[in-house]
């Protein structure tokens, strides 16, 4: 009786285990934000092959370079994406986006330029779950367009967090990730659908992701260390016109400083065509081309 009944509670448990192995084993894995980041490796010219792949899922690879709209319910455009598609580069984007859902009016209108804003600087590139944006760059602004100024510069830790995953469709861009929006700052969240009468414009923020996205045997620049201070910017007229011959009237400079004292600066033109690094010991070198140049 005792050797039965033995037997029995062994074949029970054997039974229970198996539930439980087969329960983990076929269970779908819980999707969490660390699908959406992108992989280190962002440079990689050979990982292009890997983005392509979503090409055969329906995604279109690389996005059409433009400008791509996000309305609110009454109509109102309250955030946009600009995509730049470069040679030997992911996909570069700048992000604006405004807090208002409200009517498509001169009220709305006046709201996209002093509601709460951001602006963010990225590229796009492939994620374990899928496509993804990664943002290097952020700022919390006056407005959508952010003419009013710059509230304050995004620390690198409340940047990565707005890391998101991407479908890039036929004429759109879907932005979306897990859980809630970022605490203080706009949703970037949605469909972004591709404005074919609007030219998409390049930024200091593109400028700063593309340059983020060399090698940085190329930067000499470590962005992310904490001893430097980097600051991109617009320039024009006599801020530009030591460079004309590269970028000529206008164009974006990228400044890095050390303990307030500047190490090196990056020029680049409002296309994105082309980076130059000057030092601080009067070196510089192109070091990116679209025409695979350097030098």
Not at 113 to 120: M, Q, S, V, Y
Not at 168 to 181: E, H, Q, V, W, Y
Not at 191 to 199: F, I, M, R, S
Not at 254 to 265: H, L, Y
Request: aromatic fraction near 10%; hydrophobic fraction near 40%.
């Amino acid at each position: 009786m005792k050797k039965s009944l033995r037997f029995l509670l062994t074949v029970f448990c054997f039974a229970i285990t198996l539930f439980y192995m087969v329960q983990h084993a076929t269970a779908a894995p819980a999707v969490s934000k660390e699908a959406y980041k992108p992989q280190s490796a962002v440079n990689e010219t050979q990982n292009w092959p890997i983005a392509e792949r979503y090409h055969n899922k329906g995604e279109v690879w690389p996005p059409v370079a433009g400008r791509y709209e996000r309305k609110n319910p009454n109509g109102l455009t309250n955030a946009y994406i600009n995509v730049t598609v470069l040679p030997d580069q992911w996909p570069v984007i700048n992000l604006h986006a405004c807090e208002y859902n409200g009517p498509n009016d001169e009220h709305g209108w006046e709201a996209l330029d002093t509601n709460p804003g951001i602006w963010l600087g990225g590229a796009i590139q492939p994620a374990q779950m899928g496509l993804a944006v990664r943002f290097v760059i952020g700022a919390k602004t006056i407005g959508m367009y952010r003419g009013n100024g710059i509230l304050e510069s995004l620390p690198n830790q409340k940047v990565f967090m707005l890391n998101s995953g991407v479908k890039s469709l036929k004429g759109r861009i879907i932005i979306d990730f897990p859980g809630n929006k970022a605490e203080g700052l706009p949703d970037i969240r949605g469909e972004y659908v591709l404005n074919k009468t609007a030219q998409g414009t390049n930024d200091e923020y593109a400028a700063y992701a593309l340059i983020e996205n060399l090698h940085q045997s190329e930067t000499k620049t470590d962005f992310f260390d904490k001893n430097l201070q980097i600051k991109p910017q617009a320039i024009t007229g006599s801020e530009a016109a030591p460079y004309k011959n590269l970028i000529g009237d206008s164009g974006f400079a990228v400044k890095v400083f050390q303990n307030g004292a500047p190490i090196r600066t990056f020029i680049v033109p409002q296309d994105l065509s082309a980076v130059y690094r000057f030092d601080s010991n009067g070196n510089s070198v192109m070091i990116y081309n679209i025409d695979g140049s350097k030098g």
